[in-house]
Every structure is written in structure tokens, then in C-alpha cells.
């Protein structure tokens, strides 16, 4: 199971989604959720190297300016140590409702 995290600028959970599987699907899914309770879309979105991010872009038509760097994502992956903590500990996300 894979933990799919949107956070603000300031570090703020927006959206939290547990899907099986990290495509562009499931990036879709994301997307669509996070822009449908946010009400508007960013100019600038942050996100790992995963491709699927990139599908999901370009299906969206989206003329945000897409980051991809290094160090640029480390504040979504600062926002959710203890969850990770527990995922180490269990050795991966079982089901959803243990995430």
C-alpha cells in the first residue's frame, strides 16, 4: 500500500489518499480529489520523480510549474515521520485502514 500526501507550503496536510498502487491512475485520483476540495490550482507543485506525475500533468492540462529536484520535496516527507515510523516497523502498509 502506498500513502499519497499533498501538503501546503507551510507544511499542512491538505490530502491523504492510501491506493495500492503508484501509476498514473492513481496520481489522477489524487490530483482530481486534492483540486476539487481546494478549489483552485497551484501555481507551483513539488513533487518526487515518479513519472506517473508527469501523465498526470499532461492529462490534466495543468500549467503549474512542476518541480522535480532533490531537495525539494523534503517537506512532505517531514510531514509524516511517525506514520513512516510505523511503516518501517511493520514492514509496509498491509491494508489501508493500518495506514
Not at 497551484?42 to 532533490?70: C, M, P, V, W
Not at 515510523?85 to 491494508?95: A, D, H, I, T, V
Amino acid at each position: 500500500m502506498h500513502l499519497w500526501r499533498a501538503i501546503d507550503s507551510e507544511g499542512e496536510v491538505l490530502n491523504v489518499l492510501v491506493q495500492a498502487r503508484r501509476n498514473k491512475k492513481a496520481a489522477l485520483k489524487l490530483m482530481r480529489k486534492l483540486f476539487k476540495k481546494q478549489g483552485f490550482a497551484a501555481s507551483s507543485i513539488t513533487t518526487d520523480k515518479l513519472r506517473s506525475y508527469g501523465a498526470t500533468f499532461r492529462d490534466l492540462n495543468l500549467t503549474a510549474y512542476h518541480e522535480t529536484g532533490q531537495y525539494k520535496n523534503n517537506k512532505a516527507e517531514n510531514s509524516h515521520q511517525p506514520v513512516r515510523r510505523r511503516e518501517r516497523k511493520m514492514l509496509g502498509f498491509e491494508s489501508p485502514g493500518s495506514a
